[in-house]
């Protein structure tokens, strides 16, 4: 089955504390990215990558890192978490580039820090 | 860059009726345009998208109308149901530098089905 998978699916953790969220598709797509989601503002992109070792920031890139060493996982490092990057988190992935396919998303990563 | 805005923010139908979800582009290069919808607690899928040569697709109930000389476009849901209560996201896409995509989101539409 096609599938976007995230991991965790809850989070709750402490300011300054690193955490990674992981993100793995199955589908051999080359474009994944990293999306916040905030009641009243949608859905805004953090990091995109185009392919391995190839990454680059979206809209809301400050207090993220990424990595894509390989082109199934993509995952979101938070390196000193802060309460205002409490958020709903999606991956996604999609063919990308100029072919301008559906994107699949994870099932979310609903991440509280305190 | 690339701005789209969605209208409205929250919309409250009876069922059997239909819902209009309106949004506005900035981008005239952007030449994708999918809708998402999420229902309570589950991710977005997409369930209807258009592109820029095209003026208006068609899916059974629902339907996407673009406008591009207006950078608008909408999303057309007819005899409405139950099932189709959730948040509605607009998207516009448009090339970055060296020609990669970006795919930029509305802030949501919460569509209510009242039975």
């Known amino acids: 089955e096609a599938q976007v998978t995230q991991n965790p699916r809850y989070l709750i953790t402490v300011t300054g504390k690193k955490l990674t969220v992981t993100c793995s598709q199955n589908?051999?797509?080359?474009?994944m990215s990293w999306y916040r989601q905030d009641p009243g503002l949608g859905l805004r992109q953090i990091y995109y990558?185009?392919?391995?070792?190839?990454?680059d920031k979206g809209d809301v890139p400050e207090g993220y890192k990424v990595s894509r060493k390989e082109k199934r996982n993509f995952p979101l490092i938070l390196e000193s978490p802060s309460p205002n990057q409490t958020s709903l988190y999606f991956c996604a992935s999609s063919w990308g580039g100029h072919l301008n396919t559906e994107a699949f998303f994870g099932q979310g990563t609903r991440l509280t820090v305190v | 860059g690339e701005n789209v805005e969605q209208h409205p923010s929250t919309l409250s139908v009876q069922e059997g009726d239909s819902a209009v979800i309106k949004c506005t582009y900035s981008d005239s290069a952007s030449n994708y345009f999918p809708w998402y919808k999420q229902e309570l607690g589950k991710r977005p899928q997409l369930i209807i998208d258009?592109?820029?040569?095209?003026g208006e697709k068609k899916d059974q109930r629902i339907a996407v109308t673009l406008n591009k000389t207006a950078k608008h476009f909408s999303l057309h849901i007819t005899e409405t149901q139950p099932e189709d209560s959730a948040v509605y996201f607009c998207?516009?896409?448009?090339?970055?530098?060296?020609?990669?995509?970006?795919?930029?989101f509305g802030t949501g539409t919460r569509l209510t089905i009242i039975p």
């Open positions: 990558s185009m392919n391995v070792e190839v990454t």
């Open positions: 589908m051999n797509h080359e474009y």
């Open positions: 258009i592109r820029s040569n095209v």
């Open positions: 998207a516009a896409s448009s090339l970055r530098d060296f020609g990669n995509e970006k795919l930029t």
